[in-house]
């Protein structure tokens, strides 16, 4: 069977079906835009659709011995757990299990991913091994996401879907900056070095705000992960314009004989906080900082993707069975919106939006999620 319908077959199949969903619309690189190409020097999210029971932060051996099957990737992981935040990332990965592996499977366009259905990371092979010791601990910061309830999807309505998936990359980018700069700093400066090269506007925003806060970790932790933002031209064409096709893509695959709840489950700014923005049980954001995800440098995408994501609505209202428990997804009106001057439009988006999904639907989709 074709990938569309195996996304309404059993269990195991849609899960698979879904990861490669999810690997077609990340292949959708940029032709010829090396430096917006981020995956010789990071790596995007592959996720499945369904909700993760959101856990606690996990308990680990005061002296944990971290050890994966792959010797190029126990190699990159003694690398990184000479650093306090390398150290925090693997340690946690390896109480969960995840499998990791250097392979040639992996598109061009990526530096690696991970696939919470099979609890397994992949790195590009053809990275240098100064990028694949820094993607390590980028791609093992998105599993840990998962294991605290960010998963990512079409059950998702769009705002969510931007906000927590824009969130998730925001932070693990920040691991992976912390991570190679603790190695820099004892002496190991290639993981540093091959991050800067191709992402040298976050690593100037990073240093200022070092130099600004110094000491103050939780701060330049903040600062860090809302500096991904600001590069508008890299979010829009690599990410925004990945999840519109993904999006275009669910929806394709929904007919009134395939209707699946899809587009109507909310992931508030607090939410987001609550299960991103933290590291080895510690948070680095809390709850007065919904104010910098709802603001717009960081709550908005490009006109053109706000064009498309209206189209993806109207899309699907045409496509599903019309019953009293559909909604149509007009989610995205909470966003702000840019222009090609990099201007905020106040006229078409409306900015945040801060409702919550019920109480009883977060129960129903928590509840089926296991680990």
Known sequence: MGVLSDL???KKRREDALDRLKMR???YAIAGMALLNPMKAGAQEMTDSLPQKP????AVEKTPAVKFADSNVQALADRMMKTETGKTVLTELSALKVGVRVTSDVPDNLGGYYSPSK???LINSSCSSDLQASILVHEGTHALQAARGCRVGPYLNM???FALNKAMEADAVKNQIFAADELRELGDKGPYNAFKRD???????????KEKYGAQRDSVAKYTMLSYYNDRSYVKNFYEDQYVKALQTFVNAVSKKNPVPVMNFNFSEKDIIDRVCRL???AYMNACDTTLLQSPACNYVQKSTYKALEGVSKDLAKRVKKD???VVDTSYKGFYVVNTKGEVNKEIGKGAVTTTADPAVVARFVSTATR
């Open 324 to 326: 009293s428990t559909y």
């Open 280 to 282: 080895g049980g510690k």
């Open 8 to 10: 309404f077959s059993g």
């Open 25 to 27: 619309a990340a292949a």
């Open 159 to 161: 705002y969510s879907y």
């Open 55 to 58: 856990t606690t932060e996990l």
């Open 199 to 209: 992402h040298s506007d976050l690593i100037k925003s990073y240093e200022a705000v």
């Open 119 to 121: 609890k397994e990371i």
